[in-house]
């Protein structure tokens, strides 16, 4: 009953996050005005805006002027929804599931943004500082903060790894830069390093570093299928998305799988 819950308010958070992809890179409120077919720009009804439910019953298409939707939109939500299932089965019904529910909405988010724009929005860093700030002190309250415990204290472990992963990709960037002689990494994969060690405590640089085999892994596929030619430049900040969700499911795993196999 729990994970199904879930799963409903996963789809309607989902929900918020295509609007925010949308909105957030174009500086539009995500409040207001409601959501409008982008077609005919006839304002959404809300009983046409539940979320997955609303495009089944439509067949994908707008009831006004009968355009299709687009996929990502249902795909976004559903997505979303599992997310938050699987968050919930990863971590348990204790306090820290709501960081790690928090933290895995701002990844989809910054996953649509920075691969439709390349950007990371400093409004979704500062959401991620604050809210990671707020955890923090609440930490002293309810135990779970950073999301993957270990012997450190929460402060030291959630500011102490923010600031290390900031730091361990700024040295990335430089040696990149030194090496291909362009920027190797943006200033906002830098900031959302910082986002993720406050969450993921000293687990972000396990984090960090399977976003490089991860980029590396979807580069070749994208390659592969010349969906992208041989230099053209791809936005890291997905990347760093995945790795930091494999790390929240299966970091704990991953480490003692490595500890043991050395």
């Not at 409040?31 to 046409?48: A, H, L, R």
């Not at 649509?112 to 990371?120: A, G, W």
């Not at 790390?247 to 003692?256: C, E, M, N, R, V």
Request: some cysteine.
């Amino acid at each position: 009953m729990i994970g199904f819950i879930l799963f409903l308010y996963g789809l309607i958070v989902g929900s918020f996050i295509n609007v925010g992809a949308y909105r957030i890179p174009k500086k539009r409120s995500i409040v207001s005005p409601g959501s409008c077919c982008p077609n005919c720009n006839e304002p959404i009804k809300f009983y046409d805006n539940i979320p997955l439910l609303s495009y089944l019953i439509l067949r994908g298409k707008c009831r006004n002027c009968n355009e299709p939707i687009s996929l990502r939109y249902p795909a976004v939500e559903l997505i979303s929804g599992l997310l938050f299932v699987a968050t919930y089965m990863a971590i348990g019904f204790e306090f820290k599931l709501i960081p790690a529910l928090v933290l895995v909405s701002l990844l989809l988010l910054v996953f649509l943004i920075d691969f439709d724009h390349q950007i990371i929005p400093n409004g979704l860093v500062i959401f991620g500082l604050v809210a990671g700030a707020i955890f923090l002190g609440l930490s002293f309250l309810f135990k779970g903060f950073p999301i993957l415990e270990t012997d450190f204290h929460p402060v030291l472990s959630a500011l102490g790894s923010g600031i290390g992963g900031g730091l361990a990709l700024i040295a990335i960037a430089f040696l990149g830069e030194l090496m291909f002689k362009k920027e190797a990494m943006g200033g906002g994969d830098i900031k959302l390093a910082v986002v993720l060690g406050m969450f993921l405590g000293p687990y972000v640089f396990l984090s960090l570093f399977l976003s490089f085999f991860v980029g590396a892994f979807i580069s070749v596929i994208l390659m592969s299928g010349r969906l992208v030619k041989k230099g053209q430049q791809i936005a890291f900040g997905p990347f760093m998305a995945i790795a930091a969700v494999i790390t929240i499911y299966f970091g704990p795993g991953i480490l003692d799988w490595y500890l043991a196999f050395i």
